[in-house]
């Protein structure tokens, strides 16, 4: 068998999370293969919600495994945070939720740096979630890093020099903590993370495909945060990307089967950085008020704007998409003209290429769509579709070159309209 991947197209938050949980039956394990709590994947059904952070969203299907990859960076304080709110609403994971002993840890240390060096950068500052994901991230490609696996041999050790190896760095910066307050917290989490199974996540997946049997890699942040071809420096430190998965989880290219691509119907992004279609209006602040578009970690307001069919396309290309998946439809209901860029216009010339440096200046142009105007969240099946959203699907297809299968017209699991026709 091959592995599927499900990742973002756009600067996250696009519904990775609802869409896993609802693919999930048709999967034996869900894996989780780059980023950490930086991500905040929502999950709504039976009127409940949940977010996740660094569980993959398969957790909340029967009996199926998830398994957190080797590509994750793992804070073990928010992972026990989030082991006890699901443990609390009912759901035991410690069978059913296996670790990369490879995947490596955020100390108490990771999230100050991370703060120290935005607050160093002033008003370039990337607006990170702040949670130590840049110099987790840092220490792991320069060789300093500490993994999950490291806790069953001479821990302390290891730990110690890592951490006055930050203390060097942070003397340098004017940030105020309490690291033993910090650590107590942090070794807490050490100990619930020990209640659960550390395996050789590359050796589990690829002899979970031998036999047969089927694996949905799950993506975090999106493809415009990618650390190579996302809008740097204002990107994540991992890659986002399809190949993210065979690094993540040690799968060979060739074992890649379908690519799903998540985008919203219009696009959104949290923190600084480029976004040619963002609005400054009230077509814009609807859109943050219909879709409530506030984070689901820091609760920060979501900038908000038009689809972007150049940065898609670009998208498409890095992961090599297969099918296309559409969130938040149901948010443009009430807009009596929809807006797509098609093409960006750099130094007074039209372009449909994606620029090496979007900070350069990239000034949208639009094509405008007629509103489909109707109340789509109680839809049932593609049938129902009025006729503009038909065409607002026809025109993506056409521009994108990859079918859109799946339509998402609320947060619900229920709310999840697949399509049939080719
Ligand atoms: P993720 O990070 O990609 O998993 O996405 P987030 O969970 O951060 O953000 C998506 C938000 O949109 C969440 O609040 C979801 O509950 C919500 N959502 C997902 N799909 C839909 C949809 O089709 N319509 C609406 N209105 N909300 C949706
Ligand atoms: P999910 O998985 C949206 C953004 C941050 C910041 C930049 C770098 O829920 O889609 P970091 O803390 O990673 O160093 O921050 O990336 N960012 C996200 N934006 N959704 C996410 O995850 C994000 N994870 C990071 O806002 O701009
Ligand atoms: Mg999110």
Same mark, same amino acid.
Request: proline share 4%; charged share 25%; aromatic share 8%.
């Given at each position: ?7 973002g ?5 696009e =519904? ?8 999930? +039956? ?6 989780? $293969? %780059? @980023? ?8 709504? /059904? ?13 957790i ?14 793992l ?6 945070e989030e082991?006890e ?44 979630? @702040?949670k130590?994901?840049? +110099?987790?991230?840092?220490?792991k ?12 041999h001479? $821990?302390?050790?290891?730990?110690k ?12 910066? %004017?940030?105020?903590f ?8 942090w070794?807490? =989490?050490?100990?619930?993370l020990?209640e659960? %199974? ?9 002899d ?13 942040? =999106? ?9 740097? +420096? ?13 690094? @993540? ?5 060739n ?9 919203k119907?219009?696009c959104?992004?949290?923190?600084? @950085?480029p976004f +040619?279609?963002?609005? /400054? ?7 943050? !008020?219909?879709g409530?578009?506030f ?6 307001? !979501? ?12 998208a ?18 009430s ?9 960006y ?6 372009t449909?290429?994606?620029? /090496?440096?979007?900070n350069d ?17 109680s &839809?049932?099946?593609?049938?129902? /579709? ?8 026809? $025109? ?9 299968? &799946? ?6 699991r229920?709310?999840?309209?697949? !399509?049939?026709?080719?």
């Open positions: 068998m091959k592995i599927d991947v499900l990742l197209l756009q600067w996250g938050d =519904g990775k999370g609802k869409v896993v949980d609802v693919l999930t +039956p048709s999967y034996d394990v869900i894996s989780r $293969f %780059q @980023g950490g709590p930086n991500a905040g994947h929502t999950l709504e /059904f039976e009127g409940r919600k949940f977010v996740l952070r660094s569980i993959p969203s398969g909340f299907q029967g009996d199926k495994i998830n398994v957190i990859g080797n590509g994750v960076v804070d073990p304080a928010l992972f026990k082991v709110s699901l443990e609390k609403s009912g759901h035991t994971l410690t069978d059913r939720l296996r670790i990369s002993k490879k995947a490596h840890l955020i100390l108490p240390t990771h999230r100050l740096l991370d703060m120290a060096y935005e607050s160093a950068k002033g008003s370039g500052k990337i607006g990170t979630t @702040g130590g994901i840049g +110099p987790t991230y840092t220490d490609v320069s060789r300093n890093g500490l993994r999950v696996g490291d806790l069953l001479n $821990f302390d050790e290891k730990y020099a890592a951490i006055n190896r930050h203390l060097d760095i942070l003397k340098h910066y %004017q940030i105020e309490d690291l033993p307050a910090l650590e107590k917290v070794f807490e =989490g050490i100990e619930k020990k659960f %199974q550390f395996i050789d996540s590359e050796h589990f997946i690829n979970t495909l031998k036999s047969g049997k089927k694996v949905l890699a799950e993506g975090a942040q =999106g493809t415009m945060l990618d650390i190579d071809f996302g809008s740097y +420096p204002f990107v994540t430190s991992s890659n986002t990307i399809c190949a993210g998965a065979c690094t @993540g989880l040690g799968v060979a290219p074992k890649i089967g379908d690519v799903y691509g998540i985008f119907a219009y959104t992004r949290v923190g600084s @950085g +040619p279609t963002e609005l /400054f209006d009230h077509d814009g602040d609807e859109m943050r !008020r219909i409530f578009e984070g689901s970690v820091t609760g920060r307001p !979501r900038r908000c704007g038009w689809i972007d069919l150049v940065a898609l396309r670009y498409i290309m890095i992961n090599g998409v297969t099918q296309l998946i559409m969130m938040k439809a149901d948010v443009l209901d807009f009596e003209t929809i807006k797509a860029c098609v093409a216009k750099i130094d007074g010339a039209e449909e290429e994606f620029p /090496f440096d979007l200046g990239a000034e949208p142009v639009f094509v405008e769509l007629p509103g489909w105007k109707t109340d789509l969240t &839809i049932k099946s593609e049938d129902e /579709f009025p006729e503009e959203l038909n065409s607002y699907l026809d $025109f993506l297809e056409e521009e994108l070159g990859v079918p859109v299968k &799946i339509v998402s017209v609320g947060p619900d229920e709310q999840t309209i697949i !399509r049939h026709q080719d």
